[in-house]
């Protein structure tokens, strides 16, 4: 059947997330054991855009190709908040994180998920993980606070397949407070750019302030 | 294990720690197929089998490096910072509603930590008959109590932790330096500069923003050596005390031995800054009590 190509096509969410109702409010969820206290709807769970910059990404309807089923290696972990939304939909999911505090919570995210792969490990230094992440993921999703947003992600490109994607929420804070959100971001696509090709970007105002969500392939 | 192995190279899959130990101290260059390549090196049945296994030693892994990063000593002192700091401001905010409560039944009461003690020890000429009021009193000493013995481990374990700090500084200061940057390493690898506004973040920030001065000092006020010191050279004598104390800091977190002659060093500084006051206090008043450079 033709398909009608002016049409926009509403991107699509990935498998194994849905929109249901809390409290009579649509939100996203996913299916799995809660994590951080959010509600639930029978074995679905509410996935807060507020917490989560890809739940905002998600929200935000931007189109990050992912359909369920990835391996998916997640940079900047944290509790795993995020991540453990991800690995219910994703499939193998390896979860970095660099603080022993919050490392000790994704512990407890990971241990209804046999998929979720926590690793005490610093996102700069991707040689300390090589030995354990496998290459060609599907997709990379990154959400460090840490200066040199954009460097990580190149570091990091090694592991992603060439027609894989990456995920990125860069905060502006983290790489220089005192200027203007917009000239940070510029700076970051730019440095990006040496190694990925971006395919769509969007503030997450909303939802976060002064972040930024990217899609990007590599180049 | 050479660098173009995967963490499975030469592990027995029956031997947990040393799986979690090649996930924790193993490296590689490049990642591989790992699931595909560990299949047929015969480690795994199957890929189900190979990511039981992943599972299995990234949770141990992590855990025992959890476990071991929030024993440190470090971590210890920084709770203890913490609660310390916790209890004396709650003992405080009980302690003003104790006095509220307390002065409408006795005209007499007094006010602070020092009253509820008192009205704790229930001092039998005392007026008050109220026992609600001295069961609040109660707990405020008792948090006080708890605010004075966590002083004390503070005291007690800071020389052990970081030997330099504590002696150039007073254990607590130190103490609360290490949990502000979030750790000894924390404190070591940040440039003086840094160190010398700890804690007047909210300062730092309007400066940066460009409505305010920039902090003379932070927390390291607290010190001897820069409160004693003349307003007008508080700001070099911070500096001092700053740079004398991170490189305390790098001692103690690399080395950990003692180095008397940074406490010379500084004491010595500290000399100078002050004398300067002494001999030209016309001409530092004149200069509007700028830093000296």
Not at chain 1, 68 to 81: D, N, V
Not at chain 1, 104 to 110: E, G, S, V
Not at chain 1, 143 to 156: F, S
Request: charged share 30%; aromatic share 6%.
């Amino acid at each position: 059947m033709p398909r009608p190509t002016e049409v926009p096509t509403m991107s699509e969410l990935p498998a194994g997330v849905e929109r249901h109702t809390f409290d009579g409010t649509d939100r996203l969820a996913t299916r799995g054991e809660p994590v951080y206290g959010e509600p639930t709807d029978g074995e679905w769970r509410a996935w807060n855009p507020n917490r989560s910059k890809l739940g905002a990404m998600l929200e935000l309807e931007m189109d990050t190709g992912v359909t369920g089923g990835e391996t998916a290696l997640y940079l900047g972990a944290a509790s795993g908040t995020t991540v453990s939304h991800v690995a219910d939909f994703a499939g193998p999911t390896y979860a970095v994180e660099f603080a022993a505090r919050p490392a000790r919570d994704l512990l407890d995210a990971a241990e209804s998920r046999p998929r979720l792969f926590p690793l005490l490990k610093d996102a700069r230094t991707p040689e300390t993980y090589a030995h354990v992440v496998e290459s060609d993921v599907d997709v990379i999703v990154q959400d460090v606070a840490t200066r040199g947003q954009a460097r990580v992600a190149l570091e990091n490109r090694r592991f992603l397949a060439d027609d894989g994607r990456l995920l990125l929420a860069v905060k502006a804070r983290s790489e220089d407070v005192t200027r203007e959100p917009a000239a940070v971001f510029a700076d970051v696509r730019e440095e990006l750019s040496e190694g990925y090709e971006i395919l769509e970007t969007e503030r997450l105002e909303a939802y976060h302030a002064d972040h930024l969500g990217i899609v990007a392939r590599p180049r | 294990m050479n660098t173009t192995d995967g963490w499975f190279a030469d592990i027995d899959r029956d031997d947990p720690d040393a799986m979690a130990t090649a996930v924790r101290e193993g490296s590689a260059d490049e990642p591989r197929d790992w699931p595909a390549l560990a299949v047929e090196a015969g480690f795994a049945d199957d890929e189900d089998d190979y990511y039981d296994a992943v599972r299995e030693a990234t949770t141990a892994a992590t855990r025992a490096a959890v476990t071991e990063r929030e024993r440190a000593d470090d971590r210890q002192l920084v709770h203890a910072v913490r609660a310390m700091d916790d209890c004396s401001r709650t003992a405080n905010e009980l302690a003003e509603r104790l006095a509220e409560w307390a002065g409408t039944i006795d005209p007499e009461a007094g006010t602070g930590v020092a009253y509820a003690r008192e009205l704790a020890r229930g001092e039998p000429d005392d007026a008050l008959e109220e026992p609600a009021v001295r069961s609040l009193a109660e707990r405020v000493a008792d948090l006080a109590d708890e605010a004075d013995d966590l002083r004390e481990f503070i005291q007690r374990q800071t020389p052990a932790v970081a030997p330099n700090l504590a002696a150039l500084a007073d254990p607590v200061l130190a103490a609360r330096l290490i949990s502000l940057a979030g750790g000894l390493e924390d404190l070591a690898k940040k440039p003086s500069g840094t160190i010398q506004v700890l804690g007047a973040e909210d300062a730092l920030f309007a400066h940066l923003r460009g409505h305010a001065p920039s902090p003379k000092h932070g927390i390291i006020y607290t010190h001897d050596a820069v409160r004693g010191t003349h307003p007008e050279n508080r700001g070099s004598a911070a500096r001092a005390v700053a740079g004398k104390l991170a490189i305390a800091a790098r001692v103690d977190h690399y080395s950990g031995e003692l180095k008397p002659e940074l406490e010379a060093e500084l004491a010595e500084r500290i000399e100078t800054i002050q004398a300067r006051n002494a001999g030209d206090s016309d001409d530092a008043a004149a200069n509007g009590g700028a830093d000296d450079e």
